[in-house]
């Protein structure tokens, strides 16, 4: 239900106007960088891996081959990009990672497999 009456009396205008440009936008992420050799960067967001040695803000090259067992993978699933240790489980494909186990549905894209990741220096915001 929406108020028909003019202001509250405990509105009370600012003493000056404000500029519509003065209000700040948010800052932007720069996206992942892309190395020379056209080889594709994940830039890592959540805390998924950090017992692996990766914080988030850590860069991943990405090798675009199936992964194997025991190996940083890339998937798509989901209209998302999820990132984990790839392994089986009761025969069907999972992706483990600090949060818990995740199973691949039968129709996921295997993006590639971490080949290197350059981790974030210590001290540096990350998010």
Request: proline share 12%; aromatic share 4%; charged share 25%.
């Amino acid at each position: 239900m929406r108020s028909t009456g003019g202001g509250s009396r405990w509105d009370v205008p600012l003493p000056f106007d404000v500029a519509p440009d003065a209000v700040t936008a948010p800052a932007k992420r720069s996206p992942a960088p892309v190395p020379e050799d056209g080889a594709q960067v994940h830039r890592l967001v959540g805390a998924h891996l950090t017992s692996r040695g990766l914080p988030p803000g850590s860069d991943l090259m990405i090798n675009p081959r199936r992964p194997q067992r025991g190996e940083v993978a890339v998937v798509r699933s989901g209209g998302r990009i999820r990132v984990g240790i790839f392994d089986l489980e009761r025969g069907r494909a999972v992706l483990r990672s600090d949060r818990g186990t995740r199973w691949l549905p039968p129709d996921a894209v295997y993006v590639g497999v971490a080949a290197l990741a350059s981790p974030t220096l210590d001290g540096m915001p990350t998010g």
